[in-house]
């Protein structure tokens, strides 16, 4: 009898954790897809002028993707503490090397890294030890992640501003593959709509 009430006690908490853990999936936000809309969220301003002048912000304390003077806006959505942010971040920065080199690409295609529950400490220690380029922010308090359906990372959304709406290209997680091949996509998503 003392065993049957132990099997059935086990049977429940197993019911009960999948439950929650099911739950997850079906009450978290939808991530934007290709064809969607990026949320125009509020974020932290770069720390740094250069940052700042990259992005073309003018001084201010926050800021909306759609205030980012660029047609085109690459946002990656990492963690400091993720493996696979960390083996991603040197083809990131190919593909930051092979933008800003292209005169014809470099004002129109940015970078933004954004640290899912990452202090600003965090950023700059992903920063420092990837010789990351581009500007990187703080999601400390997981603001942006649940606005955009707390994505896996790393996670990349391609915007392009079109009416001052940011509209989706690209969103996808994991790595970006071959910076070239990506760049090309891009380009030819870009100039389709």
């Known amino acids: 009898m003392l065993k049957k009430a132990l099997f059935n006690k086990k049977i429940l908490l197993i019911l009960i954790i999948t439950f929650f853990l099911l739950s997850q999936y079906v009450f978290a936000t939808t991530c934007p897809l290709k064809g969607d809309l990026f949320p125009d969220i509020t974020l932290k301003v770069p720390k740094t002028e250069g940052d700042k002048l990259y992005l073309g912000l003018e001084e201010k304390q926050a800021f909306k993707i759609s205030d980012i003077k660029s047609e085109i806006i690459i946002i990656e959505i990492f963690s400091m503490y993720c493996p696979y942010c960390q083996k991603e971040a040197p083809i990131v920065n190919e593909l930051f090397d092979k933008i800003n080199k292209n005169l014809e690409l470099k ?20 920063r420092e030890n990837f010789k990351i380029e581009f500007p990187l922010i703080p999601d400390e308090e997981f603001l942006i992640h649940k606005a955009i359906g707390e994505v896996r990372t790393p996670y990349f959304f391609v915007i392009k501003k079109i009416n001052n709406k940011n509209n989706i290209i690209y969103s996808n997680v994991g790595t970006i593959g071959n910076p070239e091949n990506f760049l090309n996509m891009i380009i030819n998503n870009s100039t389709s709509k």
């Open 107 to 126: 004002d129109k295609i940015k970078l933004l890294g954004i640290g899912a529950g990452n202090t600003q400490f965090e950023v700059d220690i992903f």
